[in-house]
């Protein structure tokens, strides 16, 4: 028998007993749809969990330190080391390597120093960090007052609300479009004349070596400077949740202002130490394209000879967390469709049994065995089918319910709307092909059953 | 049909010993008890019998609806014993056109509906189709109501619609059981005479299973008569 007439046949058959069928194919988008519902629960959680750590910029970052610092910081790692003042330094060199790595987006040093905002006579102290153009992204500028920066090295700050406040409590706001000056040390190169050259030199703010004329000596001054900058946007809340310092800044320039401001660091300290006079970096952050590329990145850092730090660790208990919860939703949602299962069974079988008599002329007119199987399987996947297609349209609408429900919740408790329920494309076709694969299998046993119903016995006039 | 050019065309039917016994509490019956029977091609035979005869029994081994415990059924130099479960569907659905006493048509369906069933079953072009369903149709003398119910026809009508439909793959053999013992008798003779007729115009070979002697013997060529299960006598019709 052809295909059409197959599902011709089936669909009619299944008219024949509306209700019945009809409650079948409910019983079936009941399971569908508590499958759908649970099975995309655990995938709006999965990506809101993604979404949130994402959105707090720590996935697809490394950061790099030197192993010639931070020594006892890791000590399995030191104990490997045998010499860590032999270590390679971060360096110039060291961060263009980096850029150059593959899947790499940014390099961008750690820049926190101490600095003041003037403004209306009055100075407030803060710390001062540079942020690199990307840090857009992060979640704490989705609520941005003002804009932000124009560009990498544009003279513009952005100020955390407190500071903000600070500066102007009546009306924090109306700072942003002002021009403020920041006053900060800046580095300056020693020159080996410095004790004659007679240029103004912060008291003790000179760090060298004991004897000027030694070779060895090395050292920087560091000098007051001011920078005007305009102030273009206000955020409530520190990007990167300030993990990745450890004393909270106040007042965002741009990261290439900031360098070419040349201002000096706690860490130009420490490269002092080593001598050689090159710019060297306590910290870099590397960026990289796609979350799941950072191991790759941090390998390559490795053999390069520095120390990495990344949050893969946590993603991926978190991958086996989600894989462990979806696994749990499907077999909970799949209960119900168990249970539809034995319907679709019990249906069949009664229709097997009703229909005893026209399997038998079926076959007298020449009917195979297999053409009744096929038969009754068509009718299975039907009511498969469309049971499929109701449950999706239950699941949405039970999914819609719970979003709905709770973006009530979270307004009540003051907190932004989020999608915890994510119907994807790929569960809608996999939820009907399930329900008709599950449809099918019910329909194994009463198919054969009407196969091998024998024809005399049935066509024997009663 | 797979016989060579220079011998006789093989019968349309030839049994030989054909045996069919049933397991019946911790008995068995013998049904057909060693039936050898020879049927010529275009011949109309009826078989006669008292019930329990094992005439209906005989007829559905001659349909392939049942397998014989032991001896073979020929039909056009093909041993049906011998063929597997799917080649006995075929040899139903394309060589063999059945008419039973209850009618047994679909409820369910239209008439048009049951009669394109078995093409349903022969995998019939579509296109096809409709054009064969008249065609059957008119060959039983239907023409009206095609888009009716079974219930909603006389008994008469509904055994000419399962006529049509036995014909609508064009069998060669038409096996009909008791096809007048739900009609009246006047009916009953024009489902005869529309068979005879089928017969002749087709060159169709029937075997009819009936208990009415009188009427067999206006109808069919050959009388068979049998009892428990076995071949009584047979007689021809002049």
Redesign the interface.
């Given at each position: 028998?052809?295909g059409?007439?197959l599902f011709e046949?089936a669909v009619?058959n299944l008219r024949?007993s509306k209700l019945r069928n009809g409650l079948t194919t409910v019983g079936i988008s009941v399971g569908v749809a508590s499958l759908v519902a649970m099975l995309s629960l655990g995938v709006g959680l999965q990506q809101l969990a993604t979404r949130r750590l994402a959105g707090s910029g720590m996935f697809d970052t490394v950061f790099v330190t030197s192993k010639q610092d931070f020594r006892g910081f890791d000590r399995e790692d030191d104990q490997k080391t045998e010499h860590p003042e032999n270590a390679p330094v971060l360096d110039e060199p060291a961060r263009g390597a980096m850029t150059h790595l593959q899947y790499v987006t940014e390099v961008e040093p750690e820049i926190r120093v101490m600095g003041e905002v003037v403004s209306g006579g009055q100075t407030h102290f803060g710390f001062v960090t540079g942020l690199p153009m990307s840090a857009r992204e992060n979640e704490a500028f989705d609520n941005l007052q003002g804009k932000f920066f124009s560009g990498p090295s544009a003279e513009e700050v952005i100020l955390l609300n407190d500071f903000a406040k600070e500066i102007d409590p009546k009306d924090p706001k109306g700072l942003i479009g002002q021009e403020v000056t920041l006053r900060y040390g800046e580095r300056q190169a020693l020159a080996p004349d410095s004790e004659s050259a007679g240029r103004p030199q912060l008291s003790g703010g000179a760090v060298g070596g004991s004897n000027p004329t030694s070779g060895d000596d090395f050292g920087f001054s560091v000098v007051r400077k001011t920078q005007k900058l305009k102030v273009v946007g206000i955020i409530e809340e520190e990007p990167y949740g300030g993990m990745r310092t450890v004393s909270r800044g106040r007042i965002f320039l741009p990261v290439d202002l900031t360098e070419k401001l040349n201002m000096a660091q706690f860490t130009d300290m420490r490269s002092s130490l080593r001598g050689g006079g090159g710019k060297t970096y306590m910290t870099l952050t590397v960026r990289v394209k796609d979350p799941a590329k950072v191991a790759q990145v941090q390998d390559a850092i490795n053999k390069m000879g520095f120390r990495t730090f990344s949050v893969l660790d946590a993603t991926k208990s978190l991958r086996r967390f989600f894989t462990v919860l979806d696994l749990f939703l499907g077999i909970f949602g799949s209960l119900a469709l168990a249970v539809a299962t034995l319907a679709i069974i019990n249906t069949l079988v009664m229709a097997v049994l009703e229909r005893r008599?026209?399997i038998?002329?079926?076959?007298?007119?020449?009917?195979?065995?297999?053409?009744v199987k096929r038969l009754f399987f068509a009718e299975a996947g039907a009511m498969g089918f469309f049971g499929g297609l109701l449950g999706i349209a239950l699941g949405f609408a039970i999914g819609k319910a719970i979003n709905v429900g709770t973006g009530i919740y979270l307004h009540r408790h003051q907190l932004p709307a989020e999608a915890v329920w994510i119907l994807p494309p790929w569960l809608i076709g996999a939820a009907i092909a399930f329900s008709i694969v599950v449809s099918l299998l019910a329909g194994l046993y009463p198919a054969s059953r009407a196969a091998k119903l024998d024809?005399?016995q049935t066509?024997k006039?009663? | 049909m797979n016989s060579l050019p220079s011998s006789k065309p093989a019968p349309a039917v030839r049994t030989s010993d054909v045996c069919r016994y049933y397991p019946m509490g911790g008995g068995i019956i013998r049904a057909v008890d060693g039936i050898s029977l020879t049927i010529e091609r275009g011949e109309f035979v009826a078989l006669l019998g008292q019930s329990g005869s094992g005439k209906s029994t005989l007829l559905n081994l001659l349909a392939g609806l049942d397998r014989p415990s032991s001896g073979s059924v020929m039909v056009q130099g093909r041993d049906l014993a011998k063929m597997s479960s799917e080649e006995l569907a075929a040899y139903r659905r394309n060589d063999v056109g059945m008419v039973f006493q209850a009618f047994h048509l679909i409820p369910s369906m239209t008439i048009t509906e049951n009669v394109e069933l078995p093409m349903r079953f022969a995998e019939v072009d579509r296109a096809e189709r409709g054009e064969r369903v008249r065609e059957s149709l008119e060959q039983v003398g239907l023409g009206k109501r095609l888009e009716h119910r079974p219930s909603e026809l006389s008994g008469g009508e509904q055994q000419r619609v399962s006529l049509a439909r036995a014909l609508a793959n064009r069998p060669s053999l038409l096996l009909a059981d008791e096809p007048t013992g739900n009609l009246d008798s006047r009916t009953g003779e024009d489902i005869l005479n529309l068979i005879r007729d089928l017969s002749l115009s087709l060159g169709m070979t029937v075997v009819m299973v009936t208990h009415e002697r009188a009427l067999a013997e206006r109808f069919a060529q050959r009388l068979v008569f049998l009892a428990d299960g076995k071949l009584l006598s047979q007689e021809a019709v002049a």
């Open positions: 028998m052809k059409y007439d046949l009619r024949q008599r026209e038998g002329v079926m076959k007298a007119i020449g009917a195979s065995d297999g053409d024809p005399v066509l006039y009663e | -």
